[in-house]
């Protein structure tokens, strides 16, 4: 019998930080999400002289994509038929440099993923399920199929990295700190230099620990790196950088307080996060000192949140019947209630000078990171009833919106048939916590 694993790992949703986590002085906080993406993997004896990866992404046309990983290469993964996918060459690459495997047994390794519906538009896509688990087929490739921004690559890159480990140290322990650690500082290498871009990592991180408070480590640890066609000298320090640099990262795990809950709505057009960081980058250095007084700001308002919804979780512990009282408040209370409290005040009087900083930031940066119409539907997201605060996450645009409501709020039914709302589609998602977890292969069978 052939023996397989499986191990899955969420999506994200960074609720404040964005352009200023770039930044390792500045810290974000990051959501995980119920919707995650998965890889179920399978060791086989190769049946040529060749070791092979092939991964295969059936929901999307029966994408495949088929390396041959040979040491006298470097490792670097060789497409059988020219397809190819950055993020899981980059995770094959690093894996197989790191570990330097023997391959004088040829090996098959297949790897097959699936991903949770609220990565990507649902249009014209067919449901399979079992009685496990359920996925969205659909008739296009990856690349051609509309994403909702819930971070699909960063879930990809770390379930093939924990996939792909797992092959080389069959006693990999996803619930073991020291291997998560590994997991996530090998997916961070190749995400990044699949991206062909320096992100903050903040995705990454989530996929593999969860919802957390995060702060980015120096970008130069990954583009220090040699070529890859330093060969031996790109593994030895890739394996330096592994184990033994401090990343200086900050990763502690956190959860949005009780009884609240993230609502993220689609608005279906979507924005380009680098073109919209490189217009920011370029304001904030051509703005200096006054853009560093703005980073200031967001920063302590950043900070206050984060601290305001620590307060809230443990008031719901200490004080249970003043916490009700909160939501209650919340759940059709009106403005007045809402705001004698001096918790919720905080968190919103946060909320809307971020976005108020941020307008500025769009108006003289030209990047669009809360344009007018988003405004509009953040604004009105606020009247209803349930709503803590609405926020662009992440890079903002028009991807989506994230609101934090109280569990009770029915934000469906309050916005059906009212025009304000006729751009967005609320997502069947909810935050949740857990990053990185081992699943059970059986799970994936005869999806139907
Ligand atoms: N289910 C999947 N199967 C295979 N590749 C995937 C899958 N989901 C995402 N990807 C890869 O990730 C890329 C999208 O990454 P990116 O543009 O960074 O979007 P996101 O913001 O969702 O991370 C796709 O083009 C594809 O290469
Ligand atoms: C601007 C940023 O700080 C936040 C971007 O957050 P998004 O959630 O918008 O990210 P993508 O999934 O890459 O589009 C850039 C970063 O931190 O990488």
């Given at each position: 019998?052939?023996?397989?694993?499986?191990?899955?790992?969420?999506?994200?949703?960074?609720?404040v930080g964005g352009y200023l986590v770039l930044d390792p002085k500045y810290k974000s906080?990051?959501?995980?999400?119920?919707?995650?993406?998965?890889?179920?993997?399978?060791?086989?004896?190769?049946?040529?002289?060749?070791?092979?990866?092939?991964?295969?992404?059936?929901?999307?046309?029966?994408?495949?994509?088929?390396?041959?990983?040979?040491?006298?290469?470097?490792?670097?993964?060789?497409?059988?038929?020219?397809?190819?996918?950055?993020?899981?060459?980059?995770?094959?690459?690093?894996?197989?440099?790191?570990?330097?495997?023997?391959?004088?047994?040829?090996?098959?390794?297949?790897?097959?993923?699936?991903?949770?519906?609220?990565?990507?538009?649902?249009?014209?896509?067919?449901?399979?399920?079992?009685?496990?688990?359920?996925?969205?087929?659909?008739?296009?490739?990856?690349?051609?199929?509309?994403?909702?921004?819930?971070?699909?690559?960063?879930?990809?890159?770390?379930?093939?990295?924990?996939?792909?480990?797992?092959?080389?140290?069959?006693?990999?322990?996803?619930?073991?700190?020291?291997?998560?650690?590994?997991?996530?500082?090998?997916?961070?290498?190749?995400?990044?230099?699949?991206?062909?871009?320096v992100?903050s990592?903040?995705?990454?991180?989530?996929?593999?620990?969860?919802?957390?408070?995060?702060?980015r480590?120096?970008p130069?640890?990954?583009?220090?790196?040699?070529?890859?066609?330093?060969?031996?000298?790109?593994?030895?320090?890739?394996?330096?950088?592994?184990?033994?640099?401090?990343?200086?990262?900050?990763?502690?795990?956190?959860?949005?307080?009780?009884?609240?809950?993230?609502?993220?709505?689609?608005?279906?057009?979507?924005?380009?996060t680098t073109k919209l960081v490189a217009k920011v980058i370029s304001w904030y250095n051509a703005n200096l000192p006054r853009s560093l007084d703005v980073y200031e700001e967001l920063n302590c308002l950043n900070e206050?949140?984060?601290?305001?919804?620590?307060?809230?979780?443990?008031?719901?512990?200490?004080?249970?019947?003043?916490?009700?009282?909160?939501?209650?408040?919340?759940?059709?209370?009106?403005?007045?209630?809402?705001?004698?409290?001096?918790?919720?005040?905080?968190?919103?009087?946060?909320?809307?000078c971020i976005r108020e900083n941020f307008r500025l930031i769009t108006k003289e940066s030209g990047a669009d990171i809360e344009?007018?119409?988003?405004?509009?539907?953040?604004?009105?997201?606020?009247?209803?009833?349930?709503?803590?605060?609405?926020?662009?996450?992440?890079a903002g645009g028009?991807?989506?919106?994230?609101?934090?409501?109280?569990?009770?709020?029915?934000?469906?039914?309050?916005?059906?048939?009212?025009?304000?709302?006729?751009?967005?589609?609320?997502?069947?998602?909810?935050?949740?916590?857990?990053?990185?977890?081992?699943?059970?292969?059986?799970?994936?069978?005869?999806?139907?």
């Open positions: 019998m052939v023996e397989s694993r499986a191990f899955s790992a969420p999506g994200k949703a960074l609720l906080y990051v959501v995980a999400l119920s919707a995650r993406m998965h890889g179920v993997v399978s060791k086989h004896e190769s049946e040529d002289n060749h070791t092979r990866v092939t991964v295969t992404s059936s929901q999307f046309n029966n994408d495949s994509w088929s390396y041959i990983v040979e040491e006298n290469n470097a490792f670097f993964p060789n497409s059988v038929d020219g397809k190819r996918n950055p993020f899981i060459e980059m995770a094959i690459f690093n894996v197989f440099t790191y570990f330097k495997p023997d391959l004088s047994n040829k090996l098959d390794i297949q790897i097959e993923i699936f991903s949770d519906s609220g990565y990507h538009s649902q249009a014209g896509s067919v449901l399979k399920r079992n009685s496990f688990k359920e996925f969205s087929y659909h008739s296009h490739s990856i690349t051609e199929v509309p994403k909702t921004g819930l971070g699909s690559s960063a879930g990809l890159a770390t379930v093939v990295t924990a996939a792909l480990v797992s092959v080389f140290n069959p006693n990999l322990d996803v619930n073991r700190d020291q291997d998560l650690t590994l997991i996530h500082n090998l997916a961070q290498v190749a995400h990044c230099q699949a991206q062909g871009k992100g990592g903040f995705d990454v991180a989530a996929a593999t620990f969860g919802s957390i408070m995060y702060q480590f120096d130069r640890l990954i583009t220090d790196l040699p070529e890859h066609s330093a060969g031996q000298i790109y593994g030895q320090q890739l394996r330096s950088l592994v184990n033994q640099v401090d990343w200086k990262v900050t990763i502690e795990r956190v959860r949005l307080p009780d009884q609240l809950r993230l609502v993220m709505g689609d608005v279906n057009s979507g924005s380009e206050e949140f984060i601290k305001t919804l620590g307060v809230l979780n443990s008031l719901a512990a200490k004080d249970p019947n003043r916490y009700a009282q909160m939501m209650e408040a919340l759940n059709g209370g009106g403005y007045k209630r809402i705001m004698a409290f001096s918790e919720l005040a905080k968190l919103r009087n946060c909320i809307n344009p007018s119409v988003q405004t509009e539907l953040l604004d009105a997201c606020m009247w209803l009833d349930g709503v803590l605060t609405a926020v662009l996450p992440g028009y991807d989506a919106i994230s609101l934090i409501t109280t569990k009770d709020a029915d934000i469906r039914s309050q916005t059906e048939g009212n025009s304000a709302f006729d751009a967005v589609t609320w997502l069947d998602l909810s935050q949740a916590d857990i990053g990185l977890v081992e699943e059970n292969p059986i799970h994936y069978q005869d999806l139907k």
